[in-house]
């Protein structure tokens, strides 16, 4: 059988919500493994069923007085059925377990993971804002374990179950069909059973499965956030929330385990029924000499089987429930429909000149309030402007729409003449720099991080954006746990084991490497101190050089270069200009700059004032 490509390229198609269909989805491409299970978990059944049948021979064997005549008479049936038992049946046992082993466990489950965590990181920014990175993480590992075996024991113990079931009918049936009565209504008692607790498992089996994915999700946002929860004193508050979800989710799975408990136990009272029942009616048709001893000792073993074999079904069949539950919470996430996609025939943004312009553009995160409302703004080719403004102007959110992280409602937002909701995301994202507030970094190599802008750049061009974010100072100090060191050293999670400032110029020197048309600044300089903001803002300068430049500050000495200044207050453009105009138009940008500098509005000519490297006052 072939070698499962884990790795290749899904199909297009977002998963089905419908659950049925969903298994489908996921499990079509491996027809062949699932075709052989079944295979196998029908000759397994009958093997065993035949080992009934075996200890029936051997007792009529052993019954007779003429022990030559009687060898002549059962070695060939014997023989047959030890090969079948000896042989045949180990032979399927390890096929079975060869393709549960080498291509069910790793290779279905691994591919369901890639599947499932490929369509999940498709998803729009604002899907990872409304919910859990923890949960989310948890929903694409666990549900693939948890699809996979609900698959296996639906093959491994329900088929079983059926086909063992089946060929103890026959068997007992060929001997007196009295025999199947007690098997008949053992059935009839087990169809009962799952038909009173099933519904009731699920409903308890879906309560325990949210409650722990609860759980996850407030324990991995308490260590994702450890260094608020600790500088705030919040650890006891914190624990209050941990404590209750750990209480919802042991209520939860104890209302479910004991449900469980009452399944089992009816089943064992089910099962011992089903063994007195076998044997007393075996036992009487034998004194009335309707049955030999041959059928009475094939039948008892051949029921209890059975009724072994039940109560192991019950317990997957309570384990197929709990993975039911996780699937289709893990649905939620994987089957959730993508809200930006890009159009069948999108084609790459072309960046010839860097022209942007957000022409009657309205936009809201809620039907309630909208932030922009026919707003429009032209950028020309090579321009750089500074977008200042009070917090929630307004500021971050038009990066973002540029940026194609939400879709606006109205109008249209052109690069170069070219509507980006008709190029590709990934077109437009990788024509526009981007260095933000946030620095958070991946948990990988500072080599790795920089090459997140350009990762086919050569050495020298990787050495270069070090060079130029002056990132090469500290960088050969880094050694990592594991001794790794410089460029290999790990920079822990969110880049954790690197200062403030670290981080940013590991961010600039990534944007730098990549080195795109059009550049947006986020607070670039934020984390650094006077001195490395001084010595970075050069380098920018010469990053700027040729590009369309969208640059946020609230140190709004990093804006007096840019060719014009907006100013924003509540999703509108009250100012607009210079930095020398604003400060004589005595406006709300000539507010901020003299809250921040401290200094009188300098009068005349500002083009030779000296800009102090003010602290960020917000």
Known sequence: MDKIDIVAPPGPAVPPSDLLRFYRYFLSEHKRIFAWLFVCGFGVACADALVSVFVGKVVAFVGQTDRWKAWQEYWPTLLVLLLTIGIVRPVLIYVDLHLRNSFLVPGVTSRIRWISHWHVVQQSWQ?????FPGRLAHRVMHTAGALRETAEAAIRAVWYLTMYGGVSLFLLAQADWRLTLPILGWFGGYVLLLRYYVPRLRERAD???????????????CYSNILTVKLFSYAATDNDHVRNSLLSHNEAQLRHMQMITGFMTSLTVLNTLLLIGTGAIGVTLWLNGHIEAEAVAMALPLVWQAASTGGWVAW???GIFQNLADVRQGMESIAAPNTMTDDPDAKALRVSAGAIKFNDIGFSYSPDVKLFDRFNLSIRPGERIGLVGRSGAGKSTLVSLLLRLYDIQDGTIQIDGQNIRRVTMDGVRSSIGVVTQDTALLHRSVRENVLCGKPDATDQELHGALQQARVIPFIDALQDDDGRTGLDASVGERGAKLSGGQRQRIVLARTLLKNAPILVLDEATAAL????EAAIQEQLEALMHGKTVITIAHRLSTLARM?????LDQGRIIEEGSHDKLLADGGLYASLWQHQTGNRLPGGDHSSFKLPIAPDIT
């Open 563 to 567: 060719d014009r200044i907006i100013v």
């Open 316 to 318: 997957e069949v309570s």
């Open 529 to 532: 101190d006077s001195e490395a």
């Open 127 to 131: 899907f990872f804002q409304n919910d």
């Open 207 to 221: 309560g325990s499965s949210q409650a722990y994915s609860d759980l996850m999700a407030r324990i991995v946002d």
